[in-house]
């Protein structure tokens, strides 16, 4: 039912900024109770939660990347974004955007985006 696809570059240049926008069908940003969270996963590591934005607006990020992070959101186009400042090769990865379900039944993610390469290089 709810669908979200990762859009943006595949390659950034250290010390610039990484976006991506997930692009959202089959359901709001603003329903309750759902968050929308973007999650990485670099080679060799496990998953890493970077932030996410709730139905209300707003934002969580990851103690070790909210100095750099920042989320936002047009609810007009039903898409949320990610901007990662000041990029290093430790930051390329697999993004992914997801939902999580907070609305019942348990806390869960319900929902991924199928993920986007990103890689840091010069």
């Known amino acids: 039912q709810v669908q979200l696809r990762e859009s943006g570059p595949g390659l950034v240049k250290p010390s610039q900024t990484l976006s991506l926008t997930c692009i959202v069908s089959g359901g709001s940003l603003t329903t309750a109770y759902y968050y929308w969270s973007w999650i990485r996963q670099s080679p060799g590591k496990g998953l890493e939660w970077m932030g996410d934005i709730a139905y209300s607006g707003s934002t969580y990020y990851r103690p070790s990347l909210k100095s750099r992070t920042s989320i936002s959101r047009d609810t007009s186009k039903n898409q949320f974004t990610l901007q990662l400042s000041s990029v290093t090769r430790e930051d390329t990865a697999v993004y992914y955007c997801?939902?999580?379900?907070?609305?019942?039944?348990?806390?869960?993610?319900?929902?991924w985006g199928q993920g986007t390469q990103v890689t840091v290089s010069s």
């Open positions: 997801a939902r999580e379900n907070n609305s019942g039944g348990g806390y869960h993610i319900d929902y």
